[in-house]
Nanobody
Framework: QEQLVESGGGLVQAGGSLRLSCIVP????????LGWYRQAPGKQREFVAS????????RIGASVKGRFTIFRDKAKNSFDLQMDSLKPEDTGEYFC??????YGRGTQVTVSS
């Protein structure tokens, strides 16, 4: 079964940047809604950002607003999450979710203080 595949995670110091990618298995223009979520150890999964209505509307979570940006890359069929000014509390497993698909396996982000 085709699924979303996340990548780009890693270890970074506070204040640094990472760019996560979610590769989708078909033309990204046909996927109405895409979102990023994260889960820290011992905590519930939380919303990070989304691109809905085919990309005509974006939402950014309050805890990351002004630091994170999302992009739909049609050439790569990728839904990217650019993360700047990272904080230790951004540490967690990051997951992609899209219309017609479940969560991917995730990519780990660790921000050291």
């Amino acid at each position: 079964q085709e699924q979303l595949v996340e990548s780009g995670g890693g270890l970074v110091q506070a204040g640094g940047s990472l760019r996560l990618s979610c590769i989708v298995p078909r033309n990204i223009s046909t996927i109405t809604d895409l979102g990023w979520y994260r889960q820290a150890p011992g905590k519930q999964r939380e919303f990070v950002a989304s691109s809905v209505r085919g990309g005509n509307l974006t939402r950014i979570g309050a805890s990351v607003k002004g630091r994170f940006t999302i992009f739909r890359d049609k050439a790569k069929n990728s839904f990217d999450l650019q993360m700047d000014s990272l904080k230790p509390e951004d540490t967690g497993e990051y997951f992609c979710l899209g219309s017609g698909y479940g969560y991917g396996r995730g990519t780990q982000v660790t921000v050291s203080s």
